[in-house]
């Protein structure tokens, strides 16, 4: 049986007594450790996943040592300016050997039975008949509305002002009296 944990922003897989280095937890050597963030358990009755925890899933274990990774070196260096600058780090650590695996009541179906369970759903599925999805605003289909739409005429829209058609309308036919201009007034009367 195996687990997949998550401790320290990172996760692991984990089984039934293998030691496992995780970032720095809380404790002395000897004592358990209890993980509760379990993602996935599996098995041979097969496995369950959780979205994204497993409810009821723990993953026993015991701290085996505290101790420091490797030493990694950071240089950062600026080319003819005489700067540099080292720093070293050693990153803490636990070694945890895991005890116990404790699955959440009853371990999901084997993926076989879950091929059939798929197979029986889908002739129930299939028996529905699907209606086209409807929009908010009218709530007919959207095939009723655009067979709606072409069966009305279209009509030019209508300015508020004049209430008559926007667009083509007849240019206006000048007169007689429009086109001279008016004589100037001479003040002689």
């Known amino acids: 049986m195996y687990a997949v944990i998550r401790s320290g922003g990172k996760q692991y897989r984990v089984s039934t007594s293998e030691v496992v280095?995780?970032?720095?937890?809380?404790g002395e050597t000897g004592a358990a450790v209890a993980f509760?963030?379990?993602l996935m358990v599996g098995?041979?009755?097969?496995v369950a996943v959780g979205t994204p925890l497993l409810d009821g899933a723990r993953v026993a274990g015991e701290i085996i040592a505290q101790t420091r990774g490797p030493k990694i070196i950071i240089l950062r260096k600026k080319r003819r300016k005489n700067h540099r600058r080292k720093k070293?780090?050693?990153q803490a650590l636990?070694?945890?050997r895991i005890t116990d695996i404790a699955a959440p009541g009853a371990v999901a179906a084997a993926p076989e039975t879950e091929a059939k369970a798929e197979a029986d759903a889908k002739p129930e599925a299939e028996a529905k008949p699907k209606t086209p999805p409807k929009t908010a605003a009218?709530?007919?289909g959207k095939a009723e509305a655009k067979a709606e739409a072409e069966a009305k005429p279209k009509t030019p829209p209508?300015?508020?002002a004049t209430g008559k058609a926007k667009g083509k309308t007849k240019p206006k036919t000048e007169t007689a009296a429009e086109t001279e201009p008016e004589a100037p007034e001479t003040?002689?009367?």
């Open 88 to 90: 070293g780090h050693r």
């Open 158 to 160: 209508k300015t508020a």
């Open 43 to 46: 098995g041979e009755a097969g």
């Open 187 to 189: 003040g002689e009367g």
């Open 21 to 26: 280095r995780l970032e720095k937890l809380a």
């Open 94 to 96: 636990t070694l945890v």
């Open 36 to 38: 509760d963030e379990v």
């Open 138 to 140: 009218t709530g007919k």
